[in-house]
């Protein structure tokens, strides 16, 4: 991470935006403290993975949640 100050960063703003294109982050100073940062930009975001495979190796078993429902409705009646 390199440090540049304002003064510096206003002269050399082309290079330094390479060098953040390139990878690097640049932190501009005012007085010592930080105002700013030049960092690279984002990659494509990261995909979710497929996961239809994944989806048919599960094997569902028992009935189906809407008739246990029905069904213990039905039985807490009596």
């Known amino acids: ?3 540049v100050t304002i ?3 206003r002269s050399t703003l082309r290079a330094l935006i390479v060098r953040a294109e390139a990878g690097e982050e640049i932190v501009i100073l005012r007085r010592g403290k ?3 940062r030049l960092v690279p930009p984002q ?3 990261q995909r979710f ?3 239809s495979a994944f989806r048919a190796s599960i094997a569902l078993t028992g009935e189906p949640a809407s008739e246990t429902v029905v ?3 039905r039985d ?3």
């Open 76 to 78: 807490a009646r009596y």
């Open 1 to 3: 991470m390199a440090h």
């Open 71 to 73: 069904r213990q409705r």
């Open 7 to 9: 003064r510096e960063a």
């Open 34 to 36: 930080e105002v700013a």
């Open 49 to 51: 993975p497929d996961l």
């Open 43 to 45: 990659r494509e975001p």
